[in-house]
């Protein structure tokens, strides 16, 4: 399809909107699409959000005199003077009813105009992650889209599609907070194929149940034409949902445990990285992750069955693993002096992410493992549950050391207490600033620190000081 093609026009945004044109040709080129204003570029198409603080389309002349050519706004009376105006500047100003409702239509319209590979990542836990593995081993072959970051929600999503250019393909993530979203999010994405990381308890003060969570996740198979899905099939409530409807679609299987399609073997973890040998239909290909933890075996699997849907070589696959960049504060491994390791996991936080994390601090062979552990948000009801939970496991990992804060995670260091961790062994303090001064106490030399919670309790700040202060050039 030539790129002609894939233009949208401002006659296209008013039919697809039902939109009225307030000044302007219908024959102008809607390009780059933005909502924010801080970054509008020459040329630029701006769709003023409402958010919960500003009123985007209440800064349409802010957009239109940065630079921006159309501005798509709603609720706005324009004088017959600002018409005149921006006319004699050959901008475009298109009315609609629902800018928000406008970014979903303009990005579904847009989506119908690519015939290409698109996979479409969503799980509980590692969605981000996933994705970026991902991306890096389809890049290998296509001129790929990836989403930005972790912007997965009804803005981030068809934001990630209004990105489409010249791309050979794209890897969108998918993220939720209750039934339904995923649904909408599937049907402007339209995957050609889905994967589903895993269903843990991310949410489930929401969605009341895992059983409800899977329900929520197994809705991005809603925007497919044909349903072809890749799954992990280790997590309990994934592998029963394919042993009964493998017969219904087509599921590609990873995992490490369970017999699957894309099986990990021999595998080695090391401090900052690991290597493991897939084996696929008897065939078997050495893969190095260059990120630490067993989950990042999980990850690459599910890039390895992507890569092979895909028809990429074993040699574009390995080289897109091995060469793949995870943002910061997601197992970022940091040196801090006297040989002391700092695993930064502080960007967010699940039950099942943080046994995953105490599992690689306690794989490490070197020193006391210190885990500093805060709230795990967004749990309702179950939240109590969860952190005992945790407190379980931070014993079943024989940490060393265990420092909390946040109002949940004082249930972890009770539970921890209760389950045989030495009291002296364990910590409460009642906000960051103690939390740091209490690391700064007990740390010696050949620690391993990690830091986990979720985005909101701010971890990212300890991490921050403790670089500041303590860390090493590499």
């Not at 009123?55 to 239109?64: I, N, Q, T, Y």
């Not at 992990?232 to 369970?258: A, M, P, S, V």
Request: charged residues 30%.
């Amino acid at each position: 399809m030539e790129t002609k093609h894939k233009e949208i026009t401002v006659q296209n945004v008013i039919e697809i909107t039902n939109g009225r044109l307030i000044i302007g040709a219908k024959e102008e080129i809607c390009k780059n699409f933005s909502i924010d204003t801080r970054t509008i570029k020459e040329n630029d198409t701006f769709i003023g959000i409402k958010g919960e603080k500003t009123d985007g389309s209440m800064l349409w002349k802010e957009a239109l005199d940065s630079g921006a050519k159309i501005a798509i706004v709603e609720n706005i009376n324009f004088t017959y003077a600002e018409m005149e105006d921006y006319k004699s500047k050959n901008k475009v100003i298109i009315k609609v009813e629902d800018t928000l409702k406008a970014l979903t239509q303009i990005a579904e319209f847009k989506r119908t105009l690519y015939d290409i590979p698109v996979v479409g990542v969503t799980g509980s836990v590692g969605k981000t992650s996933t994705k970026d593995i991902i991306a890096s081993v389809v890049s290998q072959k296509y001129k790929t889209l990836k989403t930005e970051g972790n912007n997965n929600n009804h803005i981030g999503v068809p934001k990630t599609i209004l990105r489409l250019n010249d791309e050979e393909a794209a890897v969108v993530e998918m993220g939720m907070n209750h039934l339904g979203e995923i649904r909408a999010l599937s049907n402007i994405v339209k995957p050609t194929i889905a994967v589903i990381t895993n269903v843990g308890t991310s949410h489930i003060g929401n969605l009341g149940s895992r059983q409800n969570i899977l329900k929520a996740k197994l809705e991005i198979l809603d925007g497919m034409k044909q349903k072809k899905v890749i799954i992990n099939n280790d997590n309990d409530l994934l592998h029963k949902w394919y042993e009964e409807n493998k017969e219904n679609y087509e599921i590609i299987t990873f995992g490490i445990i369970n017999p699957s399609d894309f099986m990990g073997e021999e595998i080695i973890l090391n401090e900052n990285g690991s290597a493991f040998v897939c084996e696929s239909k008897n065939e078997k290909i050495q893969i190095e992750v260059p990120v630490a933890g067993e989950h990042y075996i999980y990850n690459a699997l599910c890039a390895v069955a992507v890569g092979k849907s895909l028809n990429l070589s074993d040699k574009q696959i390995m080289t897109g693993i091995k060469n793949v960049e995870i943002a910061k504060k997601r197992m970022e491994i940091v040196s801090l002096k006297d040989n002391i390791i700092l695993v930064n996991d502080t960007y967010n936080a699940s039950l099942e992410s943080i046994k995953e994390a105490l599992k690689y601090i306690t794989s490490l062979p070197k020193g006391r493992k210190i885990a500093v552990l805060g709230d795990v948000l967004e749990l309702g009801e179950f939240s109590e549950k969860v952190h005992e939970k945790i407190g379980e496991e931070v014993v079943k990992q024989k940490i060393d050391l265990l420092i909390c804060c946040g109002q949940n995670a004082k249930n972890i260091c009770d539970i921890a207490i209760e389950n045989g961790m030495k009291k002296e062994k364990v910590y409460f303090e009642h906000n960051l600033k103690n939390v740091f001064k209490r690391i700064r106490e007990v740390m010696k030399k050949d620690d391993v620190i990690l830091l986990k919670a979720s985005n909101g309790m701010k971890f990212s700040d300890i991490a921050n000081e403790l670089i500041k202060k303590y860390g090493v050039e590499e």
